[in-house]
């Protein structure tokens, strides 16, 4: 397993793209795999094999995690193994209370539909040792690894920070079988705390790549940047471009929201919303409709793709979503009203709570609207605004040190600029830490 940690702006979705080319170039009969976690990464990744290729070859094969993971493991090999065919995939929302999500998972395969996020461990139990299998099931599992080793040549990751544990332990098997397994990631970026690729590199020190060069920052952020990450992994500017960093005080300014506005940032982003400012702008998964479309799903003995389904939990939601905001009910008054006490299990009566006191809280029309360092991952402007709270503040001014999600936070926050980076200190924030400390580690870096 070769591995290649890249950092912000270091160009990986191109130095990938020429890795598949130059694999194909060899001329082997086999199967290239490329995979990623979102769409548009994905997207992005065919653009550039187009500009090359202009139509890509069958053998290259480019999709996300999940399309892999059931098209190439899940939905031909699973069933041979569990005698458990699924029918459709769901991507529905689900509860953040693990019990409950765990729960929604189960009632939706019981169903014959698999949800997305249990791909991973489906497809580790495709390849690796489940315990409970039976001897039969081994056998037939050491002649499906043989199958799949015969056509699968190499298997490119990219966004390899996303890999979780389940994932993880799949590479290392296909690894083990003889396919050669490539990824490119930032283990700085893994604002999940999977750490998946962090174990990796570890495991597989021998066989990692740092990459140091970063094509988007100015050298102000690098260094400040630098700070924060291990030496191996600082990054410098191949074309010493400079740009502009500094730090503002909320204090300093006559309305914190005039000035931002004012200022047109390209990007603007926090750790996450307080009673200031407001993320909710981003795009909502519609939790409540959601959770109807399993339930009556699952009473009807139905699928929640179907038409009649979806009709009802639409109308149902909306009504649910009336009697709070428009006739003042409760949740819980207008669950009672719309759905017979005792009609629906407990746990399936607390996730439709959660999901329609989600729906319904208001939001403040005076909060300042931005975006969240997570939404923001991946993206870069010329003129950004990072906004420290004191969730993140310990960080910045390294009182912790800990490699945890937060601090994959601070170092997306610093990174998506390449010309000027406003630091804005807030009023809470200054009380709390002071004004002089910032001054100091800013200063010192500029």
């Known amino acids: 397993m070769k591995i290649d940690a890249a950092g912000a702006g270091a160009g990986k979705t191109t130095k990938l793209a020429e890795k598949i080319i130059e694999r194909y170039r060899q001329g082997k009969e086999e199967n290239i795999?490329?995979?990623?976690?979102?769409?548009?990464?994905?997207?992005?990744?065919?653009?550039?094999?187009?500009?090359y290729y202009y139509e890509i070859p069958e053998n290259i094969k480019v999709s996300t995690i999940h399309s892999f993971l059931n098209s190439e493991l899940i939905a031909p090999y699973h069933f041979l193994l569990y005698k458990k065919q699924f029918h459709s995939i769901s991507n529905v929302e689900l509860s953040h209370v693990p019990k409950y999500k765990t729960s929604q998972i189960s009632r939706l395969e019981r169903r014959g539909c698999l949800h997305v996020d249990a791909f991973t461990k489906k497809a580790k139990y495709v390849v690796c040792e489940k315990s409970g299998d039976k001897k039969q099931q081994k056998i037939d599992r050491e002649k499906i690894c043989s199958l799949i080793s015969s056509y699968m040549g190499v298997i490119y990751v990219d966004e390899a920070q996303d890999i979780d544990t389940e994932f993880k332990q799949v590479l290392i098997k296909l690894d083990e079988?003889?396919?050669?397994?490539?990824?490119?990631?930032?283990?700085?970026?893994?604002?999940?705390?999977?750490?998946?690729?962090?174990?990796?590199?570890?495991?597989y020190?021998?066989?990692?790549?740092?990459?140091?060069?970063?094509?988007?920052?100015?050298?102000?952020?690098?260094?400040?940047s630098n700070k924060y990450v291990l030496e191996r992994e600082q990054q410098f500017s191949p074309e010493n471009k400079t740009g502009i960093l500094q730090c503002i005080f909320e204090s300093d300014?006559?309305?914190?929201g005039i000035f931002i506005?004012?200022?047109?940032?390209?990007?603007?982003?926090?750790?996450?919303?307080?009673?200031?400012?407001d993320t909710h702008f981003k795009l909502s998964k519609d939790p409540l409709f959601n959770e109807?479309?399993?339930?009556?799903?699952?009473y009807e003995d139905g699928s929640i793709d179907d038409i009649s389904t979806i009709r009802q939990a639409s109308k149902l939601a909306y009504e649910l979503i009336s009697l709070v905001?428009?006739?003042?009910?409760?949740?819980?008054?207008?669950?009672?009203?719309?759905?017979?006490?005792?009609?629906?299990?407990?746990?399936?009566?607390a996730r439709l709570l959660e999901a329609l006191e989600s729906e319904t809280n208001e939001v403040d029309g005076n909060k300042i609207t931005v975006r969240s360092i997570e939404a923001i991952k991946g993206l870069e402007e010329e003129k950004c605004l990072f906004i420290v709270t004191p969730e993140i503040a310990p960080y910045l001014l390294k009182l912790k040190t800990d490699m945890n999600k937060m601090m994959a936070s601070l170092y997306v926050a610093l990174t998506r600029s390449q010309k000027e980076l406003d630091i804005l200190v807030t009023r809470k924030v200054e009380e709390q830490?002071?004004?002089e400390v910032f001054e100091t580690i800013l200063n010192a870096t500029i």
């Open 33 to 51: 795999y490329c995979v990623s976690f979102t769409n548009a990464s994905v997207s992005i990744i065919v653009e550039k094999l187009k500009e």
């Open 177 to 203: 079988l003889g396919i050669d397994i490539e990824l490119i990631g930032d283990p700085k970026q893994d604002l999940k705390g999977r750490g998946g690729l962090v174990n990796l590199i570890t495991e």
């Open 261 to 277: 506005n004012e200022k047109n940032y390209d990007l603007k982003y926090i750790y996450q919303k307080d009673e200031q400012f």
């Open 325 to 349: 905001t428009e006739y003042n009910y409760t949740q819980k008054a207008a669950i009672s009203k719309k759905i017979p006490f005792g009609s629906i299990q407990k746990d399936e009566y």
């Open 433 to 435: 830490f002071g004004r």
């Open 253 to 256: 300014l006559i309305d914190i």
């Open 292 to 298: 109807l479309r399993i339930i009556i799903s699952d």
């Open 205 to 224: 020190q021998a066989d990692v790549r740092y990459i140091q060069e970063c094509y988007r920052c100015p050298v102000e952020h690098l260094n400040f």
